[in-house]
C-alpha cells in the first residue's frame, strides 16, 4: 500500500524548533519530488516546501525562508522538515505529499499523509 | 506569485443536483490546474490533475474544464460523500491553492 506517515508534531514555544519527520512506504520515494503542505486551524492549503529526487534542489514559500529546512534521506525513505524560529502563525497541520509528475509533465499531489499537527505557543 | 480565487466560497446543495464551482488564475497558467477535496479532520484527495484528467479511482461524475485563466469543476450528481471543501491549485510555478469552496446539506 502506498502511504506517508507524519510524525514530530507537537507544541513549542515562539522562537523554538521542531523537527518533522514523513515515512514513505509502497513506492520508489527516490524517484519523486516531494512537499509540504500546511492547513492553519479553520483556514486553507498553503504549500510550504518541495525537495528533488537526489536533494539537489530545494523550494520553499516566502514566509518560512531562511527559518526552515526540508531534507530527504532516500535509503531510509524518509522525508524531513527543520523548522527553527517558529511563530505563531506556523501552527497548523503539516502535510507530506507526494509530487507526481504527469506524461506531460503537469504535476499534482497524488499521496498524502495525515498530517502532523504542530502548535505554536506561550 | 499567482493568485488564486474561487467562487462561490460556500454552497448549499440537494443529493443529486449538478454543482460547479470556478476557480480563477491571476495569470495564465495553461492547464497546469488541480482539483482536491477534503472532509474535516482528513488529508486532501486529488480528483482531477492537468485541468481536466479524473485521478484513477474517482467517480466519473467529477469533471473539470478550463485553461488560461478560468477552470470549472463540476460533480453531475452530488452524493452525500460530496459534501466537503473543494480547492484548486496551480501547479504552472511555485504551488498555490485557492482559498476553497465549501460543499454542505442544502
Known amino acids: 500500500e502506498v502511504q506517508l506517515v507524519e510524525s514530530g508534531g507537537g507544541l513549542v514555544q515562539p522562537g523554538g524548533s521542531l523537527r518533522l519527520s514523513c515515512a514513505a512506504s509502497?513506492?520508489?520515494?527516490?524517484?519523486?519530488?516531494m512537499s509540504w503542505v500546511r492547513q492553519a486551524p479553520g483556514k486553507g492549503l498553503e504549500w510550504v516546501a518541495n525537495i528533488k529526487q537526489d536533494g539537489s534542489e530545494k523550494y520553499y514559500v516566502d514566509s518560512v525562508k531562511g527559518r526552515f529546512t526540508i531534507s530527504r534521506d532516500n535509503a531510509k525513505n524518509s522525508l524531513y522538515l527543520q523548522m527553527n524560529s517558529l511563530r505563531a502563525e506556523d501552527t497548523a497541520v503539516y502535510y507530506c505529499a507526494r509530487d507526481w509528475v504527469t506524461t506531460d509533465f503537469k504535476s499534482a499531489f497524488d499521496i498524502w499523509g495525515q498530517g502532523t499537527m504542530v502548535t505554536v505557543s506561550s | 506569485d499567482i493568485q488564486m480565487t474561487q467562487s462561490p466560497s460556500s454552497l448549499s446543495a440537494s443529493v443529486g443536483d449538478r454543482v460547479t464551482i470556478t476557480c480563477r488564475a491571476s495569470?495564465?497558467?495553461?492547464?497546469?490546474l488541480n482539483w482536491y477535496q477534503q472532509k474535516p479532520g482528513k488529508a486532501p484527495k486529488l480528483l482531477i490533475y492537468a485541468a481536466s484528467s479524473l485521478q484513477s479511482g474517482v467517480p466519473s461524475r467529477f469533471s473539470g474544464s478550463g485553461s488560461g485563466t478560468d477552470f470549472t469543476l463540476t460533480i453531475s450528481s452530488l452524493q452525500p460523500e460530496d459534501f466537503a471543501t473543494y480547492y484548486c491549485q496551480q501547479s504552472y510555478t511555485t504551488e498555490t491553492f485557492g482559498p476553497g469552496t465549501k460543499v454542505d446539506i442544502k
Open positions: 495569470q495564465s497558467i495553461s492547464s497546469y
Open positions: 509502497g513506492f520508489t520515494f527516490s524517484s519523486y519530488w
